[in-house]
């Protein structure tokens, strides 16, 4: 069963620390998205890529954080510096031909504890 | 801006017990509707997605229907069982070209034995 792998599972670290979050899609999978899990907001669309090209990031904070395809089998998110405000769980979902005609399928998602 | 609410934000409900999820959108012009399941610790896993053209899917015992022009969907879950408990979510991907899945903040559901 092909899967979306997030790496890594869990990460711990301190307040101005940079951060680095690693994706790899489903092989075939065109459209990458990048999300945000929390208690209080639920899940927020941070960035998301066709063909490896940015679409829409808008909902990132730009000044710390940053979203790139360097290739078709990974995604990076990276937080430079981090904050405690940033712990949250952090999806990647992959999906065919953008999300009109077909499901997104997630990764088990990286948590991120910034202390 | 597309808001998704889903009510009630918790349910607790014998086994075997029929029961209805509910999704409301504010914006209408949505390309599709999907539902997910998220188990804890665990990525959401796709259950059902409904064009906007479409009134409803169906995939063994779930059932989701789609009243666009009144921003309304249902997951409908027949003889539910204890392995349906998890956390459903709704999402909307709405008009004007972007691809970005806009959610709910989910049901979460048990099932008591």
């Known amino acids: 069963d092909a899967r979306v792998t997030q790496t890594p599972r869990d990460k711990v670290t301190e307040m101005g620390q940079e951060v680095t979050m690693r994706c790899q899609p489903i092989?075939?999978?065109?459209?990458v998205f990048w999300y945000r899990q929390t208690m209080m907001q639920g899940l927020e669309l941070l960035a998301y890529f066709r063909n490896r090209a940015p679409l829409d990031d808008s909902g990132m904070p730009k000044d710390r954080f940053s979203a790139e395809m360097p290739d078709a089998t990974l995604a990076t998110l990276k937080i430079q510096p981090s904050e405690p405000r940033d712990s949250a769980v952090y999806f990647c979902?992959?999906?065919?031909?953008?999300?009109?005609?077909?499901?997104?399928?997630f990764g088990n998602g990286t948590r991120l504890t910034v202390t | 801006k597309q808001e998704v609410t889903q009510i009630p934000a918790a349910l607790s409900v014998p086994e075997g017990e029929n029961l209805v999820l509910n999704c409301s959108f504010t914006d209408s012009a949505i390309y599709n509707l999907q539902w997910f399941r998220q188990d804890p610790g665990k990525g959401l896993t796709s259950l059902l997605l409904?064009?906007?053209?479409?009134r409803e899917q169906t995939s063994g015992r779930l059932n989701a229907s789609l009243d666009k022009s009144s921003g309304r969907s249902t997951l409908y879950i027949a003889a539910s069982q204890p392995g349906d408990s998890a956390t459903y979510l709704c999402a909307v991907v709405s008009g004007g070209g972007a691809d970005g899945l806009t959610f709910g903040k989910g049901t979460h559901l048990i099932i008591q034995p």
């Open positions: 092989l075939g999978h065109n459209t």
């Open positions: 979902a992959s999906g065919k031909r953008g999300t009109q005609n077909s499901p997104l399928h």
């Open positions: 409904i064009q906007s053209s479409q």
